[in-house]
């Protein structure tokens, strides 16, 4: 087995963890089926082991907030919350999930490139720094600028529903902090904060064209 | 995206429009990977449909009916070293909501698109 093939397995094992054991063993052994049998498509097409990495890879991430959607009804079912009117509510809270899906790929995305972009630094301009203390210093500022804007970022994303002020502001202010750590990250971030505004207008719009019965 | 309620979705058309492509050719079940890889060939995409994605689809296609399956029996994955499969085949039902679907999509402008089928389990009552 491949390590990608590991990854994900560990992470269905992860998100189907704590359901009911029915719902979490059909879960896992349909995932390990699906992986084996695109692994040895994979085999069969001499794929080489980056480009199956990544076609995996690519399946397990864009699947993730459907993995996570799948969860959370599973839990609300095995709860017997099955038909009420708080459960649909909510369900229409938890759909914006998959709107946020794009921003937080687009995020974390961007922290890769960020940290890319650290490494390359250093090795470029290595000789002309004074220390490698120093210089590992300004990295590790760099990555806590990066991390807790992008944090900032997605957290007012989130907020955003319920509090649009302090979600804009958090957006805004997460992106502006993210992206005066290095200058990476200013295409990656805008996109980000351009897909957030779409994506909460996109999503506004879908409730409010939902059916209420 | 958010669902209007009982209204087929493009993935779950996509899989039922797979599964009948699948018997036409004499493939009467298939699994989750198969149906991936037809619908990927269909659509001409470069990337297959994501595990979330695929499987999330098929379960709610099971519970409104649309979906049959079954877990092969286990001595037949092991006698070609691999994990059992979960085969599922279109039901009745499943053929019909995609050919509503397909004629409700070819309607003239205002008709109504899709058919409306109660999906448990996704929000619709």
């Given at each position: 087995m491949t390590t990608i093939e590991q990854f994900?397995?560990?992470w269905v094992r992860l998100y189907t963890a704590g359901l009911d054991p029915v719902d979490r063993d059909e879960r896992r052994?349909?995932?390990?089926?699906?992986?084996?049998?695109?692994?040895r498509a994979l085999e069969d097409a001499s794929a080489n082991r980056q480009a199956a990495a990544v076609a995996i890879g690519a399946r397990w991430l864009l699947g993730i907030p459907d993995d996570l959607l799948w969860r959370t009804e599973r839990r609300r079912k095995s709860r017997g919350q099955g038909n009420d009117p708080e459960r649909r509510r909510t369900m229409v809270g938890f759909g914006n999930a998959r709107v946020l899906a794009l921003p937080v790929i687009v995020a974390v995305a961007a922290v890769v490139v960020a940290l890319v972009g650290v490494v390359v630094d250093n090795i470029q301009?290595?000789?002309q720094r004074e220390s490698i203390v120093s210089n590992s210093v300004l990295a590790s500022?760099?990555?806590?600028?990066?991390?807790?804007?992008i944090a900032g970022l997605v957290l007012g994303f989130v907020l955003m529903r319920r509090q649009p002020g302090v979600g804009a502001v958090l957006v805004v202010g997460g992106a502006a902090t993210a992206s005066i750590s290095t200058y990476w990250l200013i295409v990656p971030l805008v996109l980000a904060v351009v897909v957030s505004w779409y994506g909460v207008r996109r999503a506004r719009r879908m409730a409010s064209e939902a059916p209420t019965a | 995206m958010r669902r209007r309620e009982g209204v087929l979705l493009p993935i779950e058309v996509s899989i039922l429009d797979a599964g009948l492509r699948a018997r036409r050719r004499g493939v009467e079940e298939f699994h989750g990977f198969q149906l991936a890889q037809e619908i990927g060939e269909r659509d001409g995409a470069r990337m297959l449909t994501a595990h979330g994605t695929l499987y999330k689809a098929l379960g709610r296609l099971a519970i409104a009916g649309l979906l049959e399956s079954r877990w092969e029996d286990p001595d037949i994955g092991a006698a070609e070293g691999r994990p059992r499969r979960r085969l599922y085949r279109v039901t009745l039902a499943g053929a019909r909501a995609l050919a509503e679907s397909s004629s409700a999509a070819d309607a003239p402008t205002g008709a109504p698109v899709g058919r409306r089928v109660a999906l448990v389990g996704d929000g619709a009552p």
């Amino acid at each position: 087995m491949t390590t990608i093939e590991q990854f994900v397995g560990a992470w269905v094992r992860l998100y189907t963890a704590g359901l009911d054991p029915v719902d979490r063993d059909e879960r896992r052994a349909e995932i390990a089926s699906d992986l084996w049998e695109q692994a040895r498509a994979l085999e069969d097409a001499s794929a080489n082991r980056q480009a199956a990495a990544v076609a995996i890879g690519a399946r397990w991430l864009l699947g993730i907030p459907d993995d996570l959607l799948w969860r959370t009804e599973r839990r609300r079912k095995s709860r017997g919350q099955g038909n009420d009117p708080e459960r649909r509510r909510t369900m229409v809270g938890f759909g914006n999930a998959r709107v946020l899906a794009l921003p937080v790929i687009v995020a974390v995305a961007a922290v890769v490139v960020a940290l890319v972009g650290v490494v390359v630094d250093n090795i470029q301009y290595a000789e002309q720094r004074e220390s490698i203390v120093s210089n590992s210093v300004l990295a590790s500022l760099w990555v806590v600028l990066i991390v807790g804007g992008i944090a900032g970022l997605v957290l007012g994303f989130v907020l955003m529903r319920r509090q649009p002020g302090v979600g804009a502001v958090l957006v805004v202010g997460g992106a502006a902090t993210a992206s005066i750590s290095t200058y990476w990250l200013i295409v990656p971030l805008v996109l980000a904060v351009v897909v957030s505004w779409y994506g909460v207008r996109r999503a506004r719009r879908m409730a409010s064209e939902a059916p209420t019965a | 995206m958010r669902r209007r309620e009982g209204v087929l979705l493009p993935i779950e058309v996509s899989i039922l429009d797979a599964g009948l492509r699948a018997r036409r050719r004499g493939v009467e079940e298939f699994h989750g990977f198969q149906l991936a890889q037809e619908i990927g060939e269909r659509d001409g995409a470069r990337m297959l449909t994501a595990h979330g994605t695929l499987y999330k689809a098929l379960g709610r296609l099971a519970i409104a009916g649309l979906l049959e399956s079954r877990w092969e029996d286990p001595d037949i994955g092991a006698a070609e070293g691999r994990p059992r499969r979960r085969l599922y085949r279109v039901t009745l039902a499943g053929a019909r909501a995609l050919a509503e679907s397909s004629s409700a999509a070819d309607a003239p402008t205002g008709a109504p698109v899709g058919r409306r089928v109660a999906l448990v389990g996704d929000g619709a009552p």
